[in-house]
């Protein structure tokens, strides 16, 4: 089987500030990702012209900033994160060479090879999160599993979190004796088949 270097962290864009460069269907496309993920997201972008669903999608969120204009590098002044994600190819190269040296962490939306991180299908139970990537191969396929779990994970799965949690600030002990009451108490999460009968 193929490998897979990607390592998954989950940002928090609420302290990060976020650009994307491009309004057209792929840069509305990641800013309802950013924005579903995270309303409090830290939000720039920049683009010569928006898709005009772009004002409805931003419009109850604090903390984007729309600019009409064509990118410059001072765009990336302050900035954590990169979304390059115009139609103009050696633009979108340009974006990451300044990114590089800015070492601001750039994703190009049309260059796979070019991108520090990739953006993953999310599945959301409230607290819950699951992110999917296919290593590029296919977002497709992300996409659909993303549906499934989406469907077939209970919605239930956020309450059992919440108690836990509730559980794990009450106990008493040092660390493994906790470890060890947590694993126990979760243990039914993993029973096979033939333990449960
Ligand atoms: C998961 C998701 C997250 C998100 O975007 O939020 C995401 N793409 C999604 C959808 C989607 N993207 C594309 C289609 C059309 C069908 C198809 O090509 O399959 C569809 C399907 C659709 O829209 O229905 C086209 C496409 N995508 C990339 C290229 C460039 C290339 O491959 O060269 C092209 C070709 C452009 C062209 O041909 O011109 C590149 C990337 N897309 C990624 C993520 C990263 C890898 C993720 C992974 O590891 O799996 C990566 C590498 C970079 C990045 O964008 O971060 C989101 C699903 C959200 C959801 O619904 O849950
Ligand atoms: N990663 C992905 O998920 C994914 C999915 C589909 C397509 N793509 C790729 O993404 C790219 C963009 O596709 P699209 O459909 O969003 O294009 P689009 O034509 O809909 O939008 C292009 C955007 O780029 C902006 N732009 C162009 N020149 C600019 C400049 N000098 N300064 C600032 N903004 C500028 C335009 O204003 C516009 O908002 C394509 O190359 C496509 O192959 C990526």
Not at 20 to 33: D, F, L, M, P, S
Not at 38 to 52: D, E, H, K
Not at 126 to 151: F, H
């Amino acid at each position: 089987m193929a490998d897979n270097n990607l390592f998954p962290v989950f940002f928090k864009v609420d302290r990060l500030n976020v650009l994307v460069v491009g309004g057209g269907n792929v840069g509305v496309e990641k800013v309802g990702a950013l924005l579903s993920n995270c309303p409090t997201a830290r939000l720039t972008i920049v683009a010569t012209w928006f898709r005009p669903e772009l004002d409805a999608l931003v419009k109850d969120y604090p903390h984007v900033t729309v600019i009409q204009k064509p990118f410059s590098c001072g765009d990336l002044f302050g900035k954590d994160l990169v979304i390059a994600a115009t139609n103009d190819h050696a633009l979108n190269v340009e974006i990451w060479e300044k990114a590089r040296s800015c070492k601001v962490l750039i994703n190009v939306a049309d260059t796979p090879e070019l991108c520090d991180f990739y953006l993953g299908a999310v599945v959301q139970k409230g607290n819950l999160k699951i992110a999917i990537s296919t290593n590029g191969k296919s977002p497709t396929v992300a996409k659909r599993l993303r549906q499934v779990l989406q469907e077939c994970l209970p919605d239930s799965l956020d309450q059992v979190l919440e108690k836990l949690h509730l559980i794990r600030n009450r106990l008493a002990g040092d660390f493994t004796a906790k470890v060890d009451k947590l694993n126990a108490l979760t243990d039914v999460l993993v029973e096979s088949e033939t333990e449960k009968h």
